[in-house]
Structures are given as C-alpha cells and as structure tokens.
C-alpha cells in the first residue's frame, strides 16, 4: 500500500568572567574568517577556557528542520571538545517540561534552535529566555554587514531574544503533475477558479505550521482576507492534519492541489517516483514570501552552562557554523551574505536579484501572528458551519 511505502517515515556568568566585553565590529570588507578573528582576542580565549571547563552543552531541536542538525552537533565538538548533548521532538511539550522543570528549581538547558511560535507564546512570556544580542562576542558575527540586508533579524517584539538565522522562499503550493501544469498558476487568484473545486487539500491555513505563510498572504493587500474568505467557501477544499496524508492523496491523484504545509511530503514522494512537485518553478504575481520557519536560535535563562552555551551560540552563527547549517539543513538558507549559498538547492536560496516579504521583520507579522491565525481559524469554522447548514 501508499502509505506503508511513503509514511517511513548565560549571561550572568557570561558577564563575570574576566575581560569579557562586547567585541568591535569589523568593517564590512574586512576578508577573514568568523572563528579566526575571535580566536586572536583574550576576550574569546578566556570564553573559550571556561567553556571547556564545563565540557558539555545541552541544546534543543525543536521542528522538522532542526532535528536535521543533530547530524552536525559533533563538528562543534571535534572543534571544541565539548560534548554536546540534544534532543528533538514537539517544540510545545519541550516547553512545558522545561516550566515544570523550572518551578521545581531544575535547569537543564542552555540553548534552543526551532520555530519561533512556541517561544513567543511560551518561553517569552515567562522568561525562559536572555538576550542573544548580549552574547555576541565573535566580530564577525556581531558585525550587521556580514547579514542579510545589512542588519542581524530577531523575530521577538524586543528585536534581541529570537535570532533569526536562516530562511528560505515560502512554498505554499504543491501540485500532481499529472493533473496540473504549472503554468496554469500565475497568481494566488488563480487558485480560486471553478476548475479546482473540490480538487484542494491543505493544512488549515489557521494552524500555528501554516503561519508562517498564511499570515504574509493575509497581510498582503493583493491577496488578503477576501483570498481566504473565497477559499474557505467556495472552492470545497479537504482539509487534512497530517500532511503525509494530503500528500500521498495529491500523489495518488486524488486531488490536484495541496497547499499550506504539504510541501516537504510532496518533495519526498516525488523522490520516490510519484507525479508530484512540491513548489511552482514561477513567482506569483502577488510576490514571494521569505519564511524563517523553524531557523531561530534562542539562549535559554539560567543555563546549566552559560560558558558552553555562549561559544555555541557564536559557532553556530559563525561562517563555518552556517554554513554547515544549510549544507545539512538542506532547505534553509542562511542570512549570512558571506556563506556559499550553492551548498543548497536554487529553489531554496535567498536571491539578491529579487524582492521578498520578509515577515520576520515585519512587527506587524511579529506582534499580531496569534491574533491573525485566531481570525483565519475563525473563517475557515465559518465556512464549516455554513456548509453543515446547506448539507442538512
């Protein structure tokens, strides 16, 4: 059968150590590597020694993406010698042990790579978290030259706590190949014809995993509430919660489109032979949405060892750190400007050539995601409602 084939699935301690200060940025031409020219200062010797002397890290992996990294943990410490210790899986129940952990006295993490959704709903607000910015003693790293569009991205109100590490265009569409041409979509409108009735699945586009498009769309003025309104009632859309399912049902041909989070299962049929593509070769005419997703790194309060965590945080904001990053990561480019951005594939790159909403930078995205999604959910529950009404 399909599915048995397809469905295998610091600071305080930082800042009393002797000498540390904020290192000075270095000019934007400056031709070194990251670890070179913090490794010259008594500054990153002294950080170094201490981390040493803790002699492990404990970091977490929250989402799909980050789990990828475990893979590249040892190259910190090949480096270091310093063992790093991780664990994957849902980023909201990492949480909330970590709470009860923490009500109990407990502290046992120093560092978070994952989706910013969690963090801003749970870690924030009861300040789980410290100020990244703080830590940032590698030059090269503090430097907002060496990022993207000339500044150092934070997905947190404070613009300090969530650090923005990599992104990549969002794909909202997948389509069968066999049903559907991709020139045949040149807009998000396009998507609403009669044709493709009954012919959608999709994630809800109200799920915190569909934020990180959805929301852009209904910001975006060329798309907008009227966009979701028109989907939610009038083009019968399937709406599934595990994305495996509505991929293997648009790989069977049972539907014609998948959007909203079905995209890395449609990419793995489609490695496995099936009449899928998991995003549209061509830019809609409403524009391109740049995504974070899960590519954030957060420094955890009260770190069992704040040393340790703040030489991963600059490994792993490092050149090299980026760039075996992205290489590993396979689907996230960096926001590093000096890494080699063919270590992944083109559709996945941040293009100097072309324009993106970046909604990580958009406080309106920042601030009011939770209350966006709230109002998506609220049209698609009304739409449900509404087509219950009809059928009795």
Do not use: C
């Not at 595990?242 to 489609?270: C, H, T, V």
């Amino acid at each position: 059968m399909l599915r048995k084939i397809v469905s295998i699935s610091a600071l305080a301690a930082f800042l009393a150590l002797p000498g540390l200060a904020h290192g000075d940025e270095t000019a934007p031409g400056a031709a070194s590597t990251p670890t070179q020219v913090a490794a010259s200062s008594d500054q990153w010797k002294t950080l170094v020694r201490a981390a040493k002397r803790e002699g492990q890290v404990e970091v977490m992996l929250g989402g799909q993406m980050p789990r990828q990294l475990r893979k590249i943990m040892p190259e910190f410490t090949k480096k270091y010698g310093i063992k790093v210790n991780y664990q994957t899986g849902s980023s909201r129940r990492h949480s909330a042990r970590i709470l009860v952990e923490r009500k109990q006295g407990k502290y046992t993490v120093d560092a978070w790579i994952g989706g910013a959704n969690t963090a801003l709903s749970i870690m924030l607000p009861n300040k789980m978290l410290v100020p990244v910015d703080e830590l940032l003693i590698d030059p090269e790293v503090s430097n907002p030259a060496r990022w993207y569009k000339g500044k150092q991205h934070y997905t947190d109100p404070y613009g300090r706590y969530i650090f923005t590490w990599g992104a990549s265009p969002s794909y909202a569409v997948a389509i069968n190949t066999n049903l559907v041409k991709p020139g045949e979509i040149q807009s998000y409108w396009d998507l609403l014809k009669p044709k493709w009735k009954g012919k959608i699945v999709a994630r809800s586009p109200g799920r915190r995993g569909s934020g990180a498009t959805t929301v852009p769309m209904l910001l975006n003025p060329k798309i907008g509430e009227a966009w979701f309104q028109k989907f939610a009632n009038d083009m019968d859309v399937t709406i599934v919660r595990d994305s495996r399912q509505g991929a293997e049902w648009l790989a069977l041909g049972r539907y014609a489109i998948g959007m909203f989070g079905l995209n890395n299962a449609a990419l793995q049929l489609r490695k496995q032979g099936f009449p899928v593509k998991s995003y549209l070769p061509q830019v809609l005419k409403e524009g391109e949405i740049l995504s974070a997703s899960a590519a954030n790194l957060m420094a955890i309060d009260k770190a069992p060892h704040p040393n340790a965590r703040n030489l991963f945080i600059n490994w792993a904001l490092s050149k090299e750190g980026q760039s075996i990053f992205i290489k590993t990561g396979e689907r996230m480019d960096s926001l590093r400007v000096d890494v080699d951005h063919n270590l992944i594939a083109p559709q996945y790159r941040i293009r100097s050539d072309r324009k993106y909403y970046v909604a990580f930078s958009d406080k309106r995205y920042i601030n009011n995601q939770k209350k966006f999604l709230k109002k998506l959910k609220r049209i698609m529950k009304k739409a449900r409602k509404k087509k219950k009404k009809k059928i009795n």
